[in-house]
T-cell receptor, first 114, second 113 residues
Framework: EAGVTQSPTHLIKTRGQQATLRCSPI?????VYWYQQALGLGLQFLLW???????NRGNFPPRFSGRQFPNYSSELNVNALELEDSALYLC?????????????FGPGTRLTVL | EDQVTQSPEALRLQEGESSSLNCSYT??????LFWYRQDPGKGPEFLFT???AGEEKEKERLKATLTKKESFLHITAPKPEDSATYLC??????????????FGKGTHLIIQP
């Protein structure tokens, strides 16, 4: 069974540009989560999508946004990039919305902002 | 506010030297506690889910336990390939369903041959 996939692996942008990151969940999973892992800060919850709707977001500004498509894949957009946005962005998926199910992570997209 | 604190931050062991990693948590209610392993530059790999105090789960050289305030990840006779960062995360019992997990900063474990 294929795991969570993310693209691109690496992304280099300059300040003020926009970045788009993509995620495909495990087959059968309807929930997609995005996390940011910046150096020294640990994983921080960004966004949660389920059945095409944004269900919750973490403590991040509105320039972090995304969407979920009918096939449950998801896209994270970061506008007006700042240097501190440089991080590993991780996507996870889970089955159902009970909160009892494990979240499985993809390999991540390394975003570097110059 | 939900909080997860892991200790120690880093741990260096000799091959075969058993030890335990600690995860202390503060949540309004716990729906689940999750342990992950993360290798450098990669996404976290799921290890265990624990739901209630007293629960234990084992996988190869790893055993996870849960109390009302903390969880332990016991590693028995570790091998160099067990070197990784071990992450603990909680799913609070709020809002009636799933949500983003709250993670600790992890324990960086090094097993020396």
């Amino acid at each position: 069974e294929a795991g969570v996939t993310q693209s691109p692996t690496h992304l280099i942008k300059t300040r003020g540009q926009q970045a788009t990151l993509r995620c495909s969940p495990i087959s059968g999973h309807t929930s997609v989560y995005w996390y940011q892992q910046a150096l020294g800060l640990g994983l921080q919850f960004l966004l949660w999508y389920d059945e095409g709707e944004e269900r919750n977001r973490g403590n991040f500004p509105p320039r972090f946004s995304g969407r979920q498509f009918p096939n449950y894949s998801s896209e994270l957009n970061v506008n007006a990039l700042e240097l501190e946005d440089s991080a590993l962005y991780l996507c996870a998926s889970s089955w159902g919305t009970s909160g009892y199910n494990e979240q499985f992570f993809g390999p991540g997209t390394r975003l570097t902002v110059l | 506010e939900d909080q997860v604190t892991q200790s120690p931050e880093a741990l260096r062991l000799q091959e075969g030297e058993s030890s335990s990693l600690n995860c202390s948590y503060t949540v309004s209610g716990l729906r689940g506690l999750f342990w992950y392993r993360q290798d450098p530059g990669k996404g976290p790999e799921f290890l265990f889910t624990l739901y209630s105090a007293g629960e234990e789960k084992e996988k190869e050289r790893l055993k996870a336990t849960l109390t009302k305030k903390e969880s332990f990840l016991h590693i028995t006779a570790p091998k160099p390939e067990d070197s990784a960062t071990y992450l603990c995360a909680v799913q609070p019992d709020s809002g009636g369903g799933a949500d983003g997990l709250t993670f600790g900063k992890g324990t960086h474990l090094i097993i020396q041959p």
